[in-house]
């Protein structure tokens, strides 16, 4: 028997364990150790995989960034015409899964990193500058922008506020917004 394992999906499994870590006790509770218990991984692999907690940390976040970019490349992409790029916004605020508190979380907690650490700043900018690609699919540059505000502060407040925030509400505020100049 071979004394090396290969595991090819180690590093994988520690980019998600480090995510599900940040959603549980923030960044601050993270920890080499800590990542590699969840991931089920001897603690040597962590500096062979990721030199840096940074490291890791940008590794974790881009991927997160990237699957929220995804998500509005998809929904946006999929729509032909302006009430279904509008419904596709109200998607994105509305996206009825259990995975939206953990996106939440892990989203200010970029946001919190981003705020003191340039390396990250540049990882949010991507990001809103991807968003708002997607978003000019159907939206003039102004436009996407605003929405892009739109989504993450309704978000926000549909995640924080004690009343509850339905869909009508969202749908509302996207009309609003996306009415200007079309004559709707």
Do not use: C
Request: hydrophobic fraction near 40%; avoid cysteine; proline fraction near 4%.
């Amino acid at each position: 028997m071979a004394t090396g394992r290969v595991d090819p999906d180690r590093r994988e499994r520690i980019i998600e364990a480090a995510l599900d870590l940040i959603a549980d006790e923030g960044v601050a509770g993270t920890s080499h150790r800590k990542v590699a218990a969840r991931a089920g991984v001897p603690l040597g692999s962590m500096t062979y995989h990721f030199q840096s907690m940074d490291e890791l940390l940008r590794e974790a976040f881009s991927r997160f960034a990237g699957t929220i970019a995804a998500r509005f490349d998809e929904r946006l992409g999929a729509a032909r015409d302006l009430p279904e790029a509008r419904e596709a916004v109200v998607g994105l605020i509305h996206p009825g899964t259990s995975e939206s508190r953990r996106e939440l979380v892990l989203t200010h907690e970029l946001y919190t990193l981003a705020a003191r650490r340039p390396a990250f700043r540049e990882l949010t900018r991507e990001w809103m500058s991807r968003s708002r690609q997607a978003l000019g699919l159907h939206f003039d540059p102004m436009t996407a922008r605003q929405l892009d505000g739109l989504i993450e502060g309704l978000q926000i407040h549909r995640a924080l506020d004690t009343e509850p925030h339905d869909r009508a509400l969202t749908v509302d505020a996207i009309n609003r917004l996306t009415s200007a100049g079309t004559g709707d």
